[in-house]
């Protein structure tokens, strides 16, 4: 069936860039998303690509995608404090397919140290 | 908007209690979907409803378990009865099916404590 993987810890320094991986295995996934959970909070959408682009650039914010490996990537430029959350891959079936429902990864918990 | 709205926010209740968790998607959303979040095994979607209707409860762990979406604004979610093993974040997150991309807003969460 569909999965998601990921790496469960991150550590970066404060002013680095941050890089956190992510391989899915539902080839005919139509979006592929980013999601963000600060402690003790609901998780917050930070980004999403739709599987015909290569990369989305939003601010700091970097997404890679690999269709042909299945392989996803959010980097975090400049990376800052308040950026250490856990972070979710998801992806989706889109329209028709899935129904809306997404499927979560186990989520990185990315740790800044100062 | 107010996002989705989850009620209570922290459960504390015995084994053998019955626990109602309460959620409101955002209006206009026609997809809804409960999940529970552990440090174990991470987050779980449990059901998922479109246009108020069951689409998959696989993801519910035992009959104790039971959803309900009696209209496009509101569901709940029920165990009865609890037991320790219960206690857990339980997340509601709303869609709209076909339009956003599929994206899924989140409630806060209700913390279940099952002593």
């Known amino acids: 069936g569909e999965d998601v993987e990921q790496s469960l810890f991150l550590s970066v320094r404060e002013g680095d860039s941050s890089v956190i991986n992510c391989t899915y295995t539902?080839?005919?996934?139509?979006?592929l998303y980013w999601y963000k959970q600060e402690p003790g909070a609901g998780l917050q959408l930070l980004t999403y690509i739709f599987s015909n682009m290569d990369m989305k650039q939003d601010q700091r914010l970097t997404v890679l995608l690999n269709k042909k490996d299945k392989h996803l990537s959010l980097r975090i430029a400049d990376t800052q404090t308040g950026d250490s959350a856990i972070y979710f891959c998801a992806e989706s079936s889109g329209y028709g397919g899935s129904q809306g429902n997404l499927i979560f990864g186990k989520g990185t918990k990315l740790s800044v140290k100062p | 908007d107010a996002g989705v709205i989850q009620s209570p926010r922290h459960e504390v209740t015995e084994m053998g209690q019955e626990v109602t968790l309460r959620c409101k998607p955002i209006s206009g959303h026609n997809s809804l979907f409960w999940y529970r979040q552990t440090m174990m095994r991470g987050l779980e979607l449990l059901i998922y409803?479109?246009?108020?209707?069951?689409?998959?409860d696989s993801g519910m762990p035992e009959d104790r378990f039971s959803a309900k979406m009696p209209n496009a604004s509101f569901s709940t979610l029920k165990i009865q009865p609890s037991e320790p093993r219960d206690s857990a974040v339980y997340f509601c997150a709303s869609s709209h099916l076909r339009r956003d991309k599929d994206t899924q807003y989140f409630g806060p969460g209700t913390r279940l404590t099952v002593l």
């Open positions: 409803f479109n246009n108020n209707v069951p689409i998959d």
């Open positions: 539902d080839s005919s996934s139509t979006y």
